[in-house]
């Protein structure tokens, strides 16, 4: 079988130009954002293509994933049969049977069943588009019944059905040998009925559809979602290290320019996660702003920035963008989205292809605060009183030892203390977390720890600074807070807060500072493992107990088990479940500084958290971050709840810590 | 036309505490702010900027490290900080402050116009409210106190209308120009400094006027200009919490005795 | 008795600070030193370089907070013990600058009150200074006379003799009818330069430290703001004293090389004095050629809040009333709007009856909600979370309403009542109504 050399040759050239040529226009595109090193440490980066890409291992968390990692397992087995169709149609000498013949026919055989799996893959995904579409599937700009969706389904389909429409007609002409492809082969009995004079015919007929629709699919991919079978790949390599919960630092120079207000003041990575999206919508399902019918969604955020990115013009070196990242329409993110978000990270632990979307908003935001002063009116008290007093409610410094009226608590002194407790802001000044805090002193001194507190010195960690794009107080809070640590010769800090603990663990990092940061609940669970810390008797009066993940503690620290096994130790029993859970965990609505807005959109993020809790019948909530505290008594008395109580992991344990007879 | 905005230095009164043993003030690392009120003034003039282009000059009299509030204004978007500092003008009482904060906005006002003086409505550790109308009656301006609206500026025709807020009611008053105004918290919400001016204003220079600038008599200035004098400072009697009655077994004779408690201290507005 | 004749020189002694003392008030030590050896540092605390001092006292002195004293070394400290043994008392000496000082104050005599009137209306803190002016002028052994301008406004002087005023100086004239500053100043100052008063009281109101900032200004004399409390010391100077440092501090202030010693004084705090009625004294009306043409500050318009209504501003009331969510339902808010009422004060919330619908979201008060700071904060069936408190902890008065002795709001609260508020409210308002009735 050779095709007509004349008329495929130019096809195939033009095609192959056409595609090299969009691909470039893209990248050249990506090139637009701005630097960052995403090439250390080869072997990590490595390991994350063999994982998330090649393991397709965030793909198949969800239940429909094995149908994509079948498809995509194919499609890998498929690009060397279909490399070996585009060239042997050029020069047919060059095909696979020069391989040694048991190779030849092993991959005969794999080419034949794979594309059998591919086929039936892309007929289920197709059936499940059709009639069992999740809603996360749509956005306002995308729908799961897309024709784009379908063409390309169709066209894979197609390709399969040709492949073995060719195959099966070489067979019946005997050209090839069923021995090593039963599909093909049950293709041929299908064309037994076709008088031989035609198998030829058939032959250049299926050839030729094969060959079109590679080529129309092959120029299709740049310009559609499908863009990510190129780069979902290397997206995996460039993936971030660190967790990307902690946002690089801003150098405060004159003339500069801060966070993202045009597209190209991203950075480059930010710009290939746009062509990579898959549009699969996970992170949608899971975003507690999207599901709470905010008008944030991480998705639309991600396809915005590409959209924005395409709108712009590249001449020569400058890339004049087509449109301000900020702002309304298709390719523009609004401000009501940008500070909608918890900085939860529930999309970022959902998305296969390892696109960080959050950090794109904290971008944003850095923008709207440093750049344009804009921002919910809520938050200017916060900057200030942060800036001013060191706390977020502007309340006296002085006023943070007071939570120990009736305790001795001594100062940090390196000489004699060993670790310091670290109150944190809502354990020095808000009446309800003041007695976590009460409950975590005296459990610390039941087991005899040597600890000290900075008292008034305390300062704020910064945290809610920081995920609401306010880097330069940040930044000088930071400083002031790695030297007055260093100053002291601190290097063992306890948090009650999530927020505290992930701020000074990991953000304080970028500033030189190494802590050993414990949150309380894996200091109480190696207390209570390593009998230091022993209780009077086991908690029994809280009831059935359902312990919450913050989102700080769990997603974004991975802290899962110490909490559980400290409610597993005081209570005899392990805790209750949510339904959402461990790294599906919902947010209580108050991370990225949504604690201190008020929320106006869609409905409450805590009700739906409480709801769910609900569910369960417990008759107390296990949280273990002052702001889950606030938000889940808020949610509990707005529903009617107050049969169920709310208590700080520390304060279960201090029950304990009573005597039996009291 | 310029505005001239007056703001004060103070210390972060809500901060300050008292030791309860010694009774005095604990001022022990409490920071230096903008007096609030002036935050609003300054505010109110950037507004008069944005929409008439007028040049915004903030003046403040005080010590050398007064310097960083002036930085401050400067961030927000004022054009010019003076700092009115020297050892002559200290231990001012408000006759002798206004003295010098007149001088220096007449000075102002031989290079370019003034058209207004803001200040706020009073400061937070002074809190006599007394500095404004001193600086309006020695240079002759209207005096508009306690305003709590813009409604119009009239450029052209020199005029100014504004709403004032007094007890229990309001007024609308239309006063000529040049004219001095203090601001209550309600006129406004002061804008936040982006840091690219935050930046820029790091070395954007204060200047410094001394009284070889204003060319004050020294006994008008001062201490020596000042006709009060503090004789003594004492904390006040703290009022503790308390609990009134027993209102879960009493409500009325509880609510008698709150009332005729906030009646001895004539707390009641009847 | 032989007394030594060795003429022994008295130490002097050097100035020091006391630690915690200084309130930085401004440099007034560091101005007073004739030798300039005070300097300032960043936080406003005199840095003195006792080498050079030369123990003048000066600093001592002029410190408000008492802060710098004299130290003297232990020899030196023996020396003026011994000093102190032998010494006769000092003699008072004859200082011909305070005999000419004395002359001149005493040009100065009388009391006067300004009486405050809108439209007619009189400020009740007026009267309150009538009762107050006559302890003083009765202490001083001078008249009580009441200061009254306005337009139609004699039967106000009648009103001043029934609280207690000797004497009236009536300016009554149609361009006085509204307060304007350049108007009322130059009357006021007219009279005082002809009848020479050696006190001015005035409200510490709007209308009043307006007026009195000017007064003092074009007068050229001393003016304290806000007092809560005046005496009269041995020298006939009025101690006046006076909160400042947001209330966290008290001060007295002198002006005892000035007259008249003016002073603003705050409204409900000295008691209203009883009145007596038919009690008459002398009008003196006085003339002021003041032309309204000559006057180009107009009042376009007087607002009075408690007419327009539709609009409240929670974040600039004076009183205010807030429930949370133990009024339990959007019905009861009406008997908070009758207790803000009769205090001429509006209804706030806090976030839960915002949320729960029964108010608003503009009457919420609080962290995501308005930040007030009125004379009277009565918070009933709110348990006083951070995030109310952050919004109503600068109010001069709180009082709290709740039936959970636990609840956090009590330990902010002035006044607290464990209680139903379903009770007590309702009879804080009669107990008010029959108040203004009496
Ligand atoms: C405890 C204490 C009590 C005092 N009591 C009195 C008193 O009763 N009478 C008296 O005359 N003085 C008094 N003083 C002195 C007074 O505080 C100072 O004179 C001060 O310089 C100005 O007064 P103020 O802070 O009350 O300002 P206010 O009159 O309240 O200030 C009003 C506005 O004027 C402007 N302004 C005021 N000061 C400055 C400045 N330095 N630079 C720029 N703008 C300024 C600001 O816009 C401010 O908002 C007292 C001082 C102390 C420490
Ligand atoms: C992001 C965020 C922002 C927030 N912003 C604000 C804000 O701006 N303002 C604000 O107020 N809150 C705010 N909150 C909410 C705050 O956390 C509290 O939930 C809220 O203040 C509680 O309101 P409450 O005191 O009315 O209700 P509760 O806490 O339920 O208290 C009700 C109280 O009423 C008492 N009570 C019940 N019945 C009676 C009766 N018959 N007589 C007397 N007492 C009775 C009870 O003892 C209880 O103390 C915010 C929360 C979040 C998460
Ligand atoms: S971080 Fe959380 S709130 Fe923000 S976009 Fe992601 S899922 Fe949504
Ligand atoms: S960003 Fe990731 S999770 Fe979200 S739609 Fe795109 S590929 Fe899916
Ligand atoms: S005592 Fe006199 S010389 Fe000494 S520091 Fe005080 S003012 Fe200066
Ligand atoms: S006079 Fe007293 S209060 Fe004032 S600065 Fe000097 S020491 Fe401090």
Same mark, same amino acid.
């Given at each position: 079988?050779?095709?007509?050399?004349?008329?495929?040759?130019?096809l195939?050239?033009?095609s192959?130009?056409?595609f090299?040529?969009?691909?470039?226009?893209?990248f +050249?595109?990506?090139a637009?954002?701005?630097?960052?090193n995403?090439?250390e440490?080869?072997?990590q980066?490595i390991?994350?293509?063999?994982?998330?890409?090649?393991?397709?291992?965030?793909v198949m968390?969800?239940?429909?994933?094995?149908?994509?990692?079948?498809?995509?397992?194919?499609?890998?087995?498929?690009?060397l049969a279909?490399?070996?169709?585009?060239i042997?149609?050029l020069?047919?000498?060059?095909?696979l049977?020069?391989?040694p013949g048991?190779?030849?026919?092993l991959l005969?055989?794999?080419f034949?069943?794979v594309?059998?799996l +591919?086929?039936?893959?892309?007929?289920?995904?197709?059936g499940?588009?059709?009639?069992?579409?999740?809603?996360?599937?749509?956005?306002?700009y995308?729908s799961?019944k897309?024709?784009?969706?379908?063409?390309?389904?169709g066209?894979?389909?197609?390709?399969?059905l040709a492949?073995?429409?060719?195959?099966?007609?070489?067979?019946?002409?005997?050209?090839?040998s069923?021995?090593y492809m039963?599909v093909?082969?049950?293709a041929?009995?299908?064309?037994?009925?076709v008088?031989?004079?035609?198998?030829?015919?058939?032959?250049?007929?299926?050839?030729?559809?094969?060959?079109?629709?590679?080529?129309?699919f092959?120029?299709?991919?740049?310009?559609?979602?499908?863009?990510?079978?190129?780069t979902a790949?290397p997206?995996?390599?460039?993936?971030?290290?660190?967790?990307?919960?902690?946002?690089?630092?801003?150098?405060?120079?004159?003339?500069?320019r801060?966070?993202?207000?045009?597209?190209?003041?991203?950075?480059?990575k930010?710009?290939?996660?746009?062509?990579?999206?898959?549009?699969?919508?996970r992170?949608?399902?899971?975003?507690?702003?999207?599901?709470t019918?905010?008008?944030l969604?991480?998705?639309?955020?991600?396809h915005?920035i590409?959209i924005?990115l395409?709108?712009g013009s590249l001449?020569?070196d400058?890339?004049?963008p087509?449109?301000?990242?900020?702002g309304?329409?298709?390719?523009s993110?609004?401000?009501?989205?940008i500070?909608?978000?918890t900085t939860?990270?529930?999309?970022m632990?959902?998305?296969?292809?390892?696109?960080?979307?959050?950090p794109?908003?904290?971008?944003?935001?850095r923008?709207?605060v440093q750049?344009?002063?804009?921002?919910?009116?809520?938050?200017l008290?916060?900057?200030?009183n942060?800036?001013?007093?060191?706390?977020?409610?502007?309340?006296a410094?002085?006023?943070?030892?007071?939570w120990?009226?009736?305790?001795?608590?001594?100062?940090?002194?390196?000489?004699?203390?060993e670790?310091l407790?670290y109150?944190?802001?809502?354990?020095?000044?808000?009446?309800?977390?003041?007695?976590?805090?009460v409950?975590?002193?005296h459990?610390?001194?039941?087991?005899?720890?040597?600890?000290?507190?900075?008292?008034?010195e305390?300062?704020?960690?910064?945290?809610?600074?920081?995920?609401?794009g306010?880097?330069f107080?940040?930044?000088?809070?930071?400083?002031?807070?790695v030297?007055?640590?260093?100053?002291?010769?601190?290097?063992?800090?306890?948090?009650?807060?999530?927020h505290c603990?992930?701020?000074l663990?990991?953000?304080?990092?970028?500033?030189g500072?190494?802590?050993?940061?414990?949150h309380?609940?894996?200091?109480?669970d190696?207390?209570?493992?390593?009998?230091?810390?022993k209780?009077?008797?086991?908690?029994?009066?809280?009831?059935?107990?359902?312990?919450h993940d913050?989102?700080?503690?769990g997603?974004?620290?991975?802290?899962?088990?110490?909490?559980?096994?400290?409610i597993a130790?005081?209570t005899?029993?392990a805790?209750?479940?949510?339904?959402?859970?461990?790294e599906n965990?919902f947010?209580?609505?108050?991370?990225g500084?949504?604690m201190?807005?008020?929320?106006?959109?869609g409905s409450?993020?805590?009700?739906?958290r409480?709801?769910?809790a609900?569910?369960?019948?417990?008759d107390?909530?296990?949280?273990?971050?002052?702001?889950?505290?606030t938000?889940?008594?808020d949610?509990?008395?707005?529903?009617?709840?107050?049969?169920?109580?709310?208590?700080?992991?520390?304060?279960v344990?201090?029950?304990g810590l009573?005597?039996?007879?009291q | 036309?310029?505005i001239?905005?007056?703001?004060k230095?103070?210390?972060?009164t809500?901060?300050?505490q008292?030791?309860?043993?010694?009774?005095?003030?604990?001022?022990?690392?409490?920071?230096?702010? *903008?007096?609030?009120?002036?935050?609003? *003034?300054l505010?109110?003039?950037?507004?008069l900027k944005?929409?008439?282009?007028?040049?915004?000059?903030?003046?403040?009299?005080?010590p050398?490290?007064a310097?960083a509030?002036?930085?401050?204004?400067?961030?927000?978007?004022?054009?010019?900080?003076?700092?009115?500092?020297d050892?002559v003008?200290?231990? *001012?009482d408000?006759?002798?402050?206004?003295?010098?904060?007149?001088?220096?906005?007449k000075?102002?006002?031989?290079q370019?116009?003034?058209?207004?003086?803001l200040?706020?409505k009073?400061?937070?550790d002074g809190?006599? *409210?007394?500095v404004g109308?001193?600086?309006?009656?020695?240079?002759?301006?209207?005096?508009?106190?306690?305003?709590?609206?813009?409604?119009?500026v009239?450029?052209?025709?020199?005029?100014?209308?504004?709403?004032?807020?007094?007890e229990g009611?309001?007024?609308i008053?239309?006063?000529?120009?040049?004219?001095?105004?203090?601001?209550?918290r309600?006129l406004n919400?002061p804008?936040?400094p982006t840091?690219?001016l935050?930046?820029?204003?790091?070395d954007r220079?204060?200047?410094?006027?001394n009284?070889?600038?204003?060319?004050?008599?020294v006994?008008s200035?001062?201490?020596?200009?000042?006709?009060?004098?503090?004789s003594r400072?004492f904390?006040p009697e703290?009022e503790?919490?308390?609990?009134?009655?027993?209102?879960l077994?009493?409500?009325?004779?509880?609510s008698?005795?709150?009332?005729?408690k906030?009646?001895?201290?004539d707390?009641?507005?009847? | 008795?032989?007394?030594?004749?060795?003429p022994?020189k008295?130490?002097?002694?050097?100035?020091r600070l006391?630690?915690g003392? #200084?309130i930085?008030c401004?440099?007034?030590?560091?101005?007073?030193?004739?030798?300039?050896?005070?300097?300032?540092?960043?936080a406003?605390?005199?840095?003195?370089?006792?080498?050079?001092?030369?123990g003048?006292?000066?600093?001592?002195?002029? #410190?408000?907070?008492?802060a710098?004293?004299?130290?003297f070394?232990?020899?030196?400290q023996q020396?003026?013990?011994?000093?102190?043994k032998?010494?006769?008392?000092?003699?008072?000496?004859?200082d011909p600058?305070?005999?000419?000082?004395a002359?001149?104050?005493?040009q100065?005599?009388?009391?006067?009150?300004?009486?405050?009137?809108?439209?007619?209306?009189?400020a009740?803190?007026?009267?309150?200074?009538?009762?107050?002016?006559?302890?003083?002028a009765?202490?001083?052994?001078?008249?009580?006379?009441?200061?009254?301008?306005g337009?139609?406004?004699?039967?106000l002087?009648?009103e001043?003799?029934?609280?207690?005023?000797d004497?009236?100086?009536?300016?009554?004239?149609?361009?006085f009818?509204?307060?304007?500053?350049e108007?009322?100043?130059?009357?006021l100052c007219?009279?005082?330069?002809t009848?020479k008063?050696?006190?001015?009281?005035?409200?510490?109101?709007?209308?009043?430290?307006d007026?009195?900032?000017?007064v003092?200004?074009?007068?050229?004399?001393?003016?304290?703001?806000?007092c809560?409390?005046?005496?009269?010391?041995?020298k006939?100077?009025?101690m006046q004293?006076?909160?400042?440092?947001g209330?966290?501090?008290?001060?007295?202030?002198?002006c005892d090389?000035?007259r008249?010693?003016?002073a603003?004084?705050?409204?409900?705090?000295?008691t209203?004095?009883?009145r007596r009625?038919?009690?008459?004294?002398?009008?003196?009306?006085?003339?002021?050629?003041i032309?309204?043409?000559?006057?180009?500050?107009?009042?376009?318009?007087?607002?009075n809040?408690?007419?327009g209504?539709d609009?409240?501003?929670?974040a600039?009331?004076e009183?205010i009333?807030?429930?949370?969510?133990?009024m339990?339902?959007?019905?009861?808010?009406?008997?908070?709007?009758?207790?803000?009422?009769?205090?001429?004060?509006?209804?706030?919330?806090s976030?839960?009856?915002?949320?729960?619908g029964?108010m608003?979201?503009?009457?919420?008060?609080?962290?995501?909600?308005?930040?007030?700071r009125?004379?009277i904060?009565?918070?009933?069936?709110?348990s006083?979370?951070?995030?109310h408190l952050?919004?109503?902890q600068?109010?001069?008065?709180?009082?709290?309403?709740n039936?959970?002795k636990?609840?956090?709001i009590?330990?902010v609260?002035?006044?607290?009542i464990?209680?139903?508020?379903?009770?007590v409210?309702?009879?804080?308002?009669?107990?008010?109504r029959?108040?203004?009735?009496q």
């Amino acid at each position: 079988m050779t095709p007509n050399f004349i008329i495929y040759a130019p096809l195939l050239a033009v095609s192959l130009l056409f595609f090299s040529w969009s691909c470039y226009k893209r990248f +050249a595109l990506i090139a637009v954002g701005q630097p960052e090193n995403r090439f250390e440490q080869l072997d990590q980066r490595i390991m994350g293509v063999l994982t998330y890409a090649l393991g397709q291992k965030r793909v198949m968390a969800r239940s429909f994933g094995l149908n994509h990692a079948v498809i995509f397992w194919a499609f890998l087995v498929l690009l060397l049969a279909n490399g070996e169709f585009l060239i042997s149609g050029l020069f047919p000498a060059l095909n696979l049977a020069l391989l040694p013949g048991p190779i030849h026919h092993l991959l005969q055989f794999a080419f034949d069943a794979v594309s059998l799996l +591919a086929l039936a893959g892309v007929v289920l995904a197709a059936g499940r588009r059709l009639f069992f579409a999740p809603d996360y599937m749509e956005t306002s700009y995308t729908s799961a019944k897309s024709a784009e969706a379908f063409l390309i389904l169709g066209s894979i389909a197609l390709l399969m059905l040709a492949y073995f429409g060719l195959h099966g007609a070489m067979i019946a002409m005997g050209k090839e040998s069923a021995t090593y492809m039963p599909v093909s082969g049950l293709a041929s009995t299908l064309l037994a009925a076709v008088p031989a004079e035609n198998l030829q015919a058939l032959v250049s007929f299926f050839w030729w559809l094969h060959a079109l629709v590679l080529l129309l699919f092959i120029n299709y991919l740049p310009h559609s979602k499908h863009m990510h079978i190129l780069t979902a790949i290397p997206n995996c390599f460039f993936k971030s290290l660190e967790k990307p919960n902690t946002q690089p630092r801003e150098e405060f120079v004159k003339g500069g320019r801060f966070g993202a207000g045009s597209v190209d003041q991203l950075a480059w990575k930010d710009l290939l996660d746009g062509f990579s999206c898959t549009e699969c919508g996970r992170c949608q399902s899971v975003c507690p702003a999207a599901i709470t019918g905010k008008p944030l969604n991480p998705r639309q955020v991600v396809h915005d920035i590409k959209i924005n990115l395409l709108k712009g013009s590249l001449e020569q070196d400058s890339y004049v963008p087509g449109q301000p990242l900020i702002g309304t329409g298709e390719g523009s993110v609004s401000e009501d989205a940008i500070w909608s978000c918890t900085t939860c990270g529930a999309c970022m632990a959902a998305c296969p292809v390892l696109i960080e979307q959050m950090p794109k908003v904290v971008k944003m935001r850095r923008h709207l605060v440093q750049m344009k002063s804009q921002f919910p009116e809520e938050l200017l008290n916060l900057f200030e009183n942060m800036e001013g007093r060191s706390n977020p409610w502007g309340i006296a410094p002085t006023d943070r030892t007071k939570w120990y009226a009736t305790m001795d608590v001594k100062p940090f002194d390196a000489d004699t203390t060993e670790y310091l407790l670290y109150v944190g802001c809502a354990g020095s000044f808000d009446s309800r977390q003041k007695h976590v805090t009460v409950a975590l002193a005296h459990i610390l001194d039941a087991a005899g720890i040597s600890w000290g507190i900075l008292g008034k010195e305390e300062l704020c960690c910064g945290d809610s600074l920081r995920r609401l794009g306010n880097e330069f107080v940040f930044d000088k809070l930071a400083k002031q807070n790695v030297a007055l640590f260093n100053e002291k010769r601190i290097t063992k800090v306890i948090t009650q807060c999530p927020h505290c603990f992930t701020t000074l663990k990991n953000d304080y990092r970028q500033y030189g500072l190494e802590l050993e940061v414990i949150h309380h609940s894996e200091l109480i669970d190696s207390l209570l493992t390593s009998g230091k810390l022993k209780l009077n008797h086991q908690v029994k009066e809280l009831g059935k107990i359902a312990f919450h993940d913050s989102c700080y503690l769990g997603r974004h620290n991975d802290v899962y088990d110490p909490p559980r096994n400290v409610i597993a130790a005081a209570t005899g029993s392990a805790p209750q479940e949510f339904e959402r859970n461990h790294e599906n965990s919902f947010c209580c609505g108050a991370g990225g500084g949504r604690m201190w807005m008020e929320e106006q959109l869609g409905s409450r993020i805590n009700l739906n958290r409480i709801e769910e809790a609900l569910a369960g019948k417990p008759d107390t909530l296990c949280v273990s971050c002052p702001y889950c505290l606030t938000m889940f008594a808020d949610g509990i008395k707005d529903l009617q709840a107050d049969q169920i109580q709310v208590k700080d992991i520390a304060e279960v344990v201090a029950e304990g810590l009573r005597p039996v007879n009291q | 036309m310029l505005i001239v905005v007056c703001i004060k230095q103070v210390p972060d009164t809500t901060q300050v505490q008292i030791d309860p043993v010694t009774n005095t003030l604990v001022r022990e690392g409490i920071p230096f702010i *903008a007096n609030p009120y002036d935050t609003h *003034a300054l505010e109110e003039a950037l507004r008069l900027k944005d929409q008439f282009g007028m040049r915004v000059v903030a003046v403040s009299m005080g010590p050398p490290n007064a310097e960083a509030t002036l930085r401050k204004a400067l961030a927000v978007g004022a054009d010019e900080a003076i700092l009115l500092s020297d050892r002559v003008f200290g231990g *001012a009482d408000t006759l002798a402050t206004s003295n010098v904060l007149s001088a220096a906005i007449k000075k102002l006002n031989e290079q370019e116009e003034v058209g207004l003086v803001l200040c706020g409505k009073q400061t937070i550790d002074g809190d006599t *409210a007394q500095v404004g109308p001193g600086i309006a009656t020695r240079n002759g301006y209207s005096q508009l106190t306690l305003v709590d609206r813009v409604d119009q500026v009239d450029l052209a025709g020199k005029k100014i209308r504004v709403r004032r807020k007094l007890e229990g009611r309001h007024e609308i008053v239309e006063a000529p120009m040049p004219a001095m105004l203090t601001v209550v918290r309600e006129l406004n919400r002061p804008r936040y400094p982006t840091v690219p001016l935050r930046l820029e204003s790091e070395d954007r220079e204060v200047k410094v006027w001394n009284n070889e600038a204003l060319k004050l008599d020294v006994n008008s200035i001062g201490l020596k200009g000042s006709p009060t004098w503090v004789s003594r400072i004492f904390s006040p009697e703290r009022e503790k919490g308390e609990i009134v009655g027993d209102g879960l077994h009493d409500p009325k004779g509880t609510s008698r005795l709150l009332i005729e408690k906030l009646l001895s201290k004539d707390l009641l507005p009847v | 008795m032989t007394v030594e004749k060795k003429p022994v020189k008295k130490p002097r002694g050097k100035a020091r600070l006391i630690e915690g003392r #200084c309130i930085a008030c401004g440099a007034r030590c560091e101005s007073s030193c004739p030798v300039n050896i005070i300097s300032m540092n960043d936080a406003g605390e005199p840095v003195i370089n006792a080498e050079k001092c030369i123990g003048c006292v000066k600093c001592v002195k002029v #410190c408000p907070a008492q802060a710098i004293d004299m130290f003297f070394t232990p020899e030196e400290q023996q020396l003026l013990d011994e000093l102190m043994k032998t010494a006769d008392a000092a003699l008072e000496e004859d200082d011909p600058e305070a005999a000419a000082l004395a002359s001149k104050l005493a040009q100065y005599r009388n009391v006067w009150v300004f009486i405050e009137q809108t439209e007619g209306e009189p400020a009740r803190v007026s009267w309150e200074l009538l009762g107050k002016g006559r302890e003083l002028a009765d202490a001083l052994g001078v008249e009580l006379i009441a200061v009254v301008f306005g337009e139609k406004v004699e039967n106000l002087c009648h009103e001043s003799f029934a609280y207690g005023a000797d004497k009236a100086y009536l300016v009554d004239a149609p361009v006085f009818r509204f307060y304007r500053t350049e108007v009322y100043l130059k009357a006021l100052c007219q009279l005082i330069e002809t009848h020479k008063p050696e006190i001015i009281l005035m409200g510490a109101t709007g209308l009043g430290r307006d007026l009195a900032g000017a007064v003092a200004t074009v007068v050229g004399t001393g003016l304290t703001a806000d007092c809560t409390g005046l005496g009269i010391d041995d020298k006939r100077n009025l101690m006046q004293t006076r909160p400042a440092f947001g209330g966290n501090i008290m001060a007295t202030i002198m002006c005892d090389k000035f007259r008249p010693q003016m002073a603003t004084v705050r409204p409900h705090v000295m008691t209203l004095p009883e009145r007596r009625e038919g009690a008459s004294g002398e009008i003196v009306p006085i003339s002021c050629p003041i032309d309204e043409k000559d006057i180009l500050t107009k009042v376009l318009e007087v607002i009075n809040d408690k007419k327009g209504k539709d609009h409240v501003d929670v974040a600039g009331a004076e009183f205010i009333v807030s429930g949370g969510r133990g009024m339990m339902g959007p019905a009861n808010f009406a008997l908070l709007k009758e207790l803000a009422d009769e205090l001429g004060g509006v209804v706030g919330a806090s976030r839960s009856a915002v949320d729960a619908g029964w108010m608003p979201h503009d009457r919420q008060v609080g962290q995501t909600g308005k930040t007030v700071r009125p004379k009277i904060y009565i918070a009933c069936g709110i348990s006083g979370a951070i995030q109310h408190l952050v919004g109503m902890q600068d109010s001069d008065l709180i009082i709290a309403i709740n039936r959970d002795k636990e609840a956090p709001i009590f330990e902010v609260a002035h006044y607290g009542i464990v209680g139903d508020l379903f009770q007590v409210v309702p009879e804080l308002v009669l107990g008010i109504r029959e108040l203004k009735q009496q």
